[in-house]
């Protein structure tokens, strides 16, 4: 058996596309253009790739984009500082702090001093609470974006998930745990792994949908999956290649895997472009909360 690859990358376009004709109309019926204001603090290659093309992104959906880059040693009442003026700047809807921070940074401290209304990342201790006590109506508030693209390529590819075992290795409060509670909304039942988890490759053996978040380039092995499952692959790992330049690898050992899984994510080309999609989705239904609207239907 072969796995049908799920391409994220074709359905975050559509979904950009959508949010595109969101922004057009919110624009044209109230004037308001939303902003997202993203901080980079540090000069990790890595990030300032991401955040450039996250700045291209936003003005094809036509927001406006603040970049803040701040350098590796600012000082975290610098930072707090700049969230406290972009959490008072009504011409931002969204702030996305790019994380990891430097380690002198508490970067707990940090997210907790944005506005939950402009947590576009649904990283606050309010966002990440709704989440955990929302019912089966609609989130009607900021949810993290890894998961959400992960939800809704799994929706797309599955229809419902009612009843299905859920496996997620990896307990971030970024990926993993916003994940689990997901899922565990639409009926999974869910087992959330990590680092200290006892016979991780039999507990994945078991799993109908496998959600890997490690960062652990290639752990999931093809004979930790179940045949028929679905596979989300999350992991982005950097490696350079023989000729200087970087390739992406995922978490997941794609070319075993998806001799058995039912559908896989590949990496690139998978959950990243779908991170990037959600985060303009967050930061267009914030900008119409902010003006009173109910959510755009997308
Ligand atoms: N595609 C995308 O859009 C995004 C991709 N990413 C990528 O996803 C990966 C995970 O990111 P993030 O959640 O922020 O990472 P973190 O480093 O915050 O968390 C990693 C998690 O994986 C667990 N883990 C690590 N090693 C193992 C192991 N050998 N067995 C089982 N569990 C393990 C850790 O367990 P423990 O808690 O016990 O330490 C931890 O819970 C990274 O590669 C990151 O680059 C992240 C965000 C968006
Ligand atoms: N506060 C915060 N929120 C985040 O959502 C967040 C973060 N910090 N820190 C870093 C991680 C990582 N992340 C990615 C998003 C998109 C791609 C992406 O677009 N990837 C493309 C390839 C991009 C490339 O080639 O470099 C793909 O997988 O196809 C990757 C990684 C968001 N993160």
Known sequence: MTASIID?????????????????????????????AVVLVGDDPASQVYVRSK??????AGMTGFDHRLPAN????DLLALVARLNADPAV???????????????AHVIAAI???????GLSATNAGRLVQAGSGPLDFPVACTPLGCLMLLKDSLGSLAGADAVVVGRSVLV??????????????????????RDLPGLCRRADILVAATGRAQMVKGDWVKPGATVIDVGITRVDRPDGKQRLIGDVDFEAASAVARAI????????PMTIACLLHNTLQAARRAAGLGPAAI
Do not use: F, N, W
Request: glycine residues 14%.
């Open 93 to 107: 809807h969204g702030i996305l702090v790019q994380l990891p921070l430097p380690a002198h940074i508490d970067s």
């Open 176 to 197: 993993g745990k916003p994940m689990a509670q997901l899922l565990v909304r639409e009926d999974c039942t869910v087992t959330l792994a990590h680092s200290r988890t």
């Open 265 to 272: 994510t590949p990496v690139p080309g998978g959950i990243g």
């Open 74 to 77: 600012t000082p975290q009442a």
């Open 115 to 121: 506005d939950p209304a402009k947590d576009v990342d």
């Open 55 to 60: 700045t291209r992104l936003v003005a094809e």
């Open 8 to 36: 994220g990358k074709a359905y975050a376009a559509g979904l950009r596309a959508r949010v595109a004709q969101g922004v057009a109309g919110l624009k044209a019926g109230k004037g308001i253009t939303p902003g997202l």
